[in-house]
Structures are given as structure tokens and as C-alpha cells.
């Protein structure tokens, strides 16, 4: 599918790839863009608030919400809990999501003794995720997948939730905005070490909440939408009253 998107992108046919940063989705065809992925409306956004300072020497509240598959490595979150342990961090992980892997996952979270501290959810609904995501304190994304633009990492984003991820696909433009830690390798200690400098200093951690509530802003539906409408309103030649007319893209 995708050398065939390549060959037909340009002129009347727009087509855009979920995703992000300053590398074009196609070295070979320049007109195919960037689209980012969002559930949220810009109402949704501005309910959701930054977190407060965090209180020293409180558990730190971790949160995966992704698919429990090869590439995800949730793994390494459930790993990095007993490395937090023994360097003197408690931490507790909240996992919602289900997937093949989640019995090896509740096995390694009884191997390492670490299943009070890990609690599964399952599949719940979006709403639901978000609710939860205002009570965490770090998302952890150590995906090697192919990510296009996750909806999760947004509505941490969102409720002023840092992240800790790695570089692949859009993450790594995310991270620079100043709303969490990439890690360069994924693993565990990578992981543990991140979490660790992001709540070492409590008024940081606040400032980094408030960024990445901010950098969420841009991601609304209501701007998707709007993005979407100038990409075809410049590719298709269209004025914003020729698509009100109904022949273009309609605000």
C-alpha cells in the first residue's frame, strides 16, 4: 500500500500520514504530510489540568495504556518497578490494555515480587483511561513498534501527565517540547533511571506537568480538523467560501 500511496500523491490526490516531526513521512514523494492522531476535543483539553507538585517521598504512580504485544515491551515498565525498588523508589504501575502478553507479564510481575505494585485493568473504555491518567504521575511508552501518532501518549499529555518513551516516530518530536525523558535504549535501567530524574526535583516536575498539558493543546479535534481542511483548501486550489459552497472541505 504505501509505494502505491507514493506514486499516486500530488495534485488532486492528497494523502496524509499519521504522524509527526520534521523528517517528511516519504523521502520519495514530498507531497504526502503529516496528520497527527487525537480523541480529544479542545473543551476535553481545557477541563484537563496540570498536576499539582508532587508530594516528596510518595509513591510514584506509574501508567501504561498500549496494546500488551511484541514491540511494546511493557515488559520493561513491569522491570523497571523492581529497579525502582531497589534504588530506594517506590513506585507502583497501573496497566490498561490487554494483549497476548499479558499472562507473561503477570508471571514476571510474580517472578520479580512485584505483583502488589502492578495492577491490571484490561480494555476499558477511552473515558475511562483518561479519568485514571489525571491520578498517575509518569507514562511510560518503551515501544520499538511502528507508532504513527499514540492516542495515549496525547491524553497524558493532556492531563499533565509526563512521559518517558523512546525516539520512534513522532515520540521523540513530543519529548523535545519539554514534556518528559526519551530514553535511547529500551530497557529497564534506561526506564528506571528516567523516572527517577523526572520526580527528583518537585516544582521541575511541576513545570514539566504544565508543558505537556500545553504541547497537548495543539492536538484537538477541532484543529485536526482545521489542518486537515487547509492541507486539501492549498492542495486542491479551494478558498475557504468555494468549500462552503460545497464543492471543497467544509469548516
Same mark, same amino acid.
Given at each position: ?131 485514571? =491518567? ?8 518503551? *515501544? $520499538? &513498534?511502528?507508532? !504513527?501518532?499514540?492516542? /495515549? ?77 487547509? =492541507? ?8 475557504? *467560501? $468555494? &468549500?462552503?459552497? !460545497?464543492?471543497?472541505? /467544509?469548516?
Amino acid at each position: 500500500m504505501r509505494p502505491f500511496l507514493e506514486v499516486v500523491a500530488g495534485g488532486r490526490v492528497a494523502v496524509l500520514a499519521t504522524g509527526g516531526g520534521p523528517t517528511p513521512p516519504s523521502p520519495r514523494n514530498r507531497a504526502i504530510q503529516w496528520i497527527f492522531s487525537t480523541s480529544l476535543t479542545a473543551e476535553r483539553i481545557r477541563r484537563l489540568q496540570p498536576r499539582h507538585p508532587r508530594r516528596p517521598h510518595s509513591p510514584v504512580r506509574l501508567v501504561v495504556s498500549m496494546r500488551l504485544e511484541h514491540r511494546k515491551n511493557a515488559h520493561i515498565v513491569v522491570e523497571s518497578v523492581e529497579k525502582l525498588r531497589r534504588r530506594g523508589v517506590a513506585a507502583t504501575l497501573d496497566i490498561f490494555g490487554d494483549g497476548s502478553e499479558r499472562p507473561q507479564l503477570e508471571e514476571m510481575c510474580r517472578s520479580l515480587g512485584v505483583e502488589k505494585l502492578v495492577r491490571f485493568h484490561g480494555k476499558v473504555p477511552q473515558t475511562a483511561v483518561v479519568d485514571a =491518567l489525571t491520578q498517575m504521575d509518569i507514562l511510560c511508552f518503551p *515501544s $520499538t &513498534a511502528s507508532e !504513527g501518532f499514540p492516542k /495515549a501518549v496525547l491524553e497524558a499529555l493532556a492531563a499533565g501527565v509526563p512521559v518517558v518513551s523512546t525516539g520512534v516516530s513522532v515520540l521523540g518530536h513530543l519529548i523535545h517540547q519539554g514534556i518528559g525523558r526519551q530514553i535511547s535504549s529500551p530497557d529497564s535501567e534506561s526506564l528506571a533511571a528516567a523516572v527517577e530524574d523526572l520526580v527528583s526535583d518537585p516544582s521541575r516536575f511541576a513545570t514539566i506537568s504544565a508543558q505537556a498539558h500545553e504541547a497537548s493543546r495543539q492536538y484537538s479535534m477541532e484543529n485536526w480538523r482545521k489542518t486537515i481542511a487547509v =492541507l486539501l483548501e492549498e492542495q486542491w486550489g479551494l478558498s475557504r *467560501s $468555494t &468549500a462552503r459552497g !460545497g464543492e471543497g472541505v /467544509a469548516d
